[in-house]
């Protein structure tokens, strides 16, 4: 394989990661406003960018192998870009190689850090969901299953407690 499909492989894993990115946002907002009906649409969306994010991914890594191959190095368990930086021969090469992987790792930890957003808000929610359950939800102490009167807080009589 050329320099020129991992480039294409580096490119268009960008594109979905930008893609995947985009989606991020979208989440964010629906996490925000509660719009849950969105929010399974982006995940159903997000889970098809994932996979053809892996497809991609198996592509990059057959390219770069196939590449060092053709170099004469032994295949590696995890062939990277990086691998290849090391091995190529040409400045202009090693140039567009160093610049499509950076832009993929600048969009990567982009994408890194919406998504800790969207799990911090995510865990707020919950959060707010199990207090406001707490606060509905009546204490034990609380509950008489006599039938005939309902325990509050107060094991004091009042005024009212007492027959007229």
Same mark, same amino acid.
């Given at each position: ?8 492989? $580096?490119?268009? &894993?960008?594109? &979905? ?6 989606? /991020? !946002? =979208? @989440?964010?907002?629906?996490? =925000? ?8 649409? &982006? ?5 098809? +960018? ?9 592509? %990059? ?5 196939? !590449?060092? %191959? ?11 870009? /990086? +691998? ?13 190689? *160093? /610049?499509? %992987? ?9 994408? =890194? ?7 911090? $808000?995510? #865990?707020? *929610? &919950?959060? #707010? ?7 509905? %939800? ?6 008489? !299953? *006599?039938?005939?009167?309902? @325990?509050?807080?107060? @094991?004091?009589? *009042? !005024? #009212?407690?007492?027959?007229?």
């Amino acid at each position: 394989m050329s320099i020129e499909n991992i480039l294409h492989s $580096l490119t268009n &894993l960008n594109m &979905l990661h930008k893609s995947l990115l985009d989606i /991020a !946002y =979208k @989440k964010t907002e629906a996490i =925000k406003t509660g719009d849950m009906d969105s929010l399974n649409k &982006l995940l159903k969306d997000e889970q098809a +960018h994932v996979a053809g994010i892996s497809q991609l991914e198996q592509q %990059r890594q057959l390219g770069v192998t196939d !590449y060092l %191959r053709a170099k004469g190095i032994a295949p590696i368990d995890n062939p990277t870009v /990086a +691998h290849v930086l090391e091995n190529t021969n040409t400045e202009k090469e090693k140039e567009q190689l *160093s /610049a499509a %992987r950076n832009q993929l790792l600048l969009t990567l930890g982009t994408l =890194k850090d919406q998504n800790d957003l969207n799990q911090k $808000l995510t #865990f707020q *929610s &919950l959060q #707010f969901v199990n207090m406001t359950l707490d606060m509905l %939800r009546p204490k034990p102490d609380q509950i008489n !299953y *006599s039938k005939n009167e309902v @325990k509050g807080p107060s @094991k004091d009589k *009042s !005024y #009212f407690d007492s027959q007229a």
